[in-house]
């Protein structure tokens, strides 16, 4: 049970938003540029970012509703659940090896990051700027994962609800003029 009144029908991080909508809209303008903006990184490539942070930070909200936009934006499964089994071992290239462990280091302190990881990932091919910005979502997802556990928020154990999700976060994470009352059930 979330320990403040949030709308039932918005579980996760999307009732924290709409509680506190001028909060909200610089939360999604820079999720929006980070996930969905101009990057040499696939938008895969972020959100599988955003999940390894999420599943080391044992938000189960943001690991499911991540894992399931990977899977969507891949068309399978299997690679989200090798990469959070070992990432070391999972079907990804090199590159995406070694942003992740940046992305793992972040996630235990920013002071966790070695020059070591940094040269690592550049020899594997990461720019500047994929590292900057690898950093930055593992940073902000760290402040999510904070967010959504930190206040108990609804966490539905319905995989079909987060492939729902899924479907409108691969769109983008601005939000709906319309809101969110379409959400509510009759």
């Known amino acids: 049970m979330p320990y403040i009144p949030l709308e039932e029908h918005l579980p996760g991080i999307t009732g924290l938003l709409e509680y506190r909508k001028e909060t ?14 101009e990057s040499t990184l696939t938008e895969a490539e972020r959100e599988i970012i955003a999940t390894v942070v999420s599943n080391r930070n044992a938000c189960k909200f943001c690991t499911a509703a991540h894992s399931a936009t990977v899977n969507l934006l891949l068309g399978e499964c299997e690679t989200m659940d090798k990469i959070k089994e070992n990432s070391n071992l999972a079907p990804i290239t090199e590159k995406l090896k070694a942003l992740l462990e940046i992305a793992g280091q972040v996630q235990i302190s920013g002071k966790a990051v070695q020059f070591s990881n940094i040269e690592k990932a550049k020899k594997a091919g990461a720019s500047d700027r994929e590292i900057h910005d690898t950093v930055l979502i593992a940073s902000l997802f760290c402040m999510y994962n904070r967010y959504v556990d930190g206040l108990a928020t609804i966490t539905p154990v319905n995989p079909e609800f987060y492939q729902t999700l899924a479907s409108r976060i691969s769109k983008g994470y601005m939000r709906s003029p319309e809101g969110y009352d379409h959400l509510r059930k009759s």
Do not use: N
């Open 24 to 37: 909200a809209a610089p939360i999604r303008d820079l999720t929006q540029l980070l996930l969905r903006g």
